[in-house]
Antibody, heavy 120, light 108 residues
């Protein structure tokens, strides 16, 4: 079965960077887009971007352009999301979510989430 | 950016009754719309994609309808495990893929 296992919670200071990992198993990693979605405490869902694990191509929401980098390591079927220049309002649970074989798709399977806390 | 608006913000329904949740897009998204369920402390779960297709293992009491700008998620005969927050998401015009603000379905 499809499993997405994310790295553990992080506490960062403002201005620092954080890198969240998402280990995929149970399917062909390179065949499906991987999305990243975040959720601030008590708030709704916000899409950050996707990566095509096959080509490495990415597409980011404009509001994160210049601060977010999504990468993948095909050898260990893991996707990464790095967010830089952290601010207090970046405190959120970050999810990876597998899409379909094409970009215009929903998020089919989700990781368990990684809490990132930004605090001085 | 397409804005997704869900209504109502909170819906109170008794177990066994039917719930109807709405989602409106600021411009047409064709049928490229999904619905998710999220329970406290859990990741979202895909319920419906393509506006009306149930995802794998989703019970038949969940149904989606609509196209263009108006969409509905219906849950017939509510079970205790159905009380949660529901989000719609469009994936027609991106970036960004946008979510509605959510509807909290609570027990009446």
């Amino acid at each position: 079965q499809v499993q997405l296992v994310q790295s553990g919670a992080e506490v960062k200071k403002p201005g620092a960077s954080v890198k969240v990992s998402c280990k995929a198993s149970g399917y062909t990693f390179t065949a499906y887009y991987m999305h990243w979605v975040r959720q601030a405490p008590g708030q709704g869902l916000e899409w950050m971007g996707w990566i095509n694990p096959n080509s490495g191509g990415t597409n980011y929401a404009q509001r994160f352009q210049g601060r977010v980098t999504m990468t993948r390591d095909r050898s260990i079927t893991t996707a990464h999301m790095e967010l830089s220049r952290l601010r207090s309002d970046d405190t959120a649970v970050y999810y990876c979510a597998r899409g379909w074989e094409y970009a215009s798709s929903s998020c089919v399977s989700w990781g368990q989430g990684t809490l990132v806390t930004v605090s001085s | 950016e397409i804005v997704m608006t869900q209504s109502p913000a909170t819906l109170s329904v008794s177990p066994g009754e039917r719930a109807t949740l709405s989602c409106r897009a600021s411009q047409s998204v064709s049928s490229n719309l999904a619905w998710y369920q999220q329970k406290p402390g859990q990741a979202p779960r895909l319920l419906i994609y393509g506006a009306s297709t149930r995802a794998t293992d989703i019970p038949a009491r969940f149904s989606g309808s609509g196209s263009g700008t108006e969409f509905t998620l219906s849950i017939s005969s509510l079970q205790s495990e159905d009380f949660a927050v529901y989000y719609c998401q469009q994936y027609n015009n991106w970036p960004p893929y946008t979510f509605g603000q959510g509807t909290k379905l609570e027990i009446k």
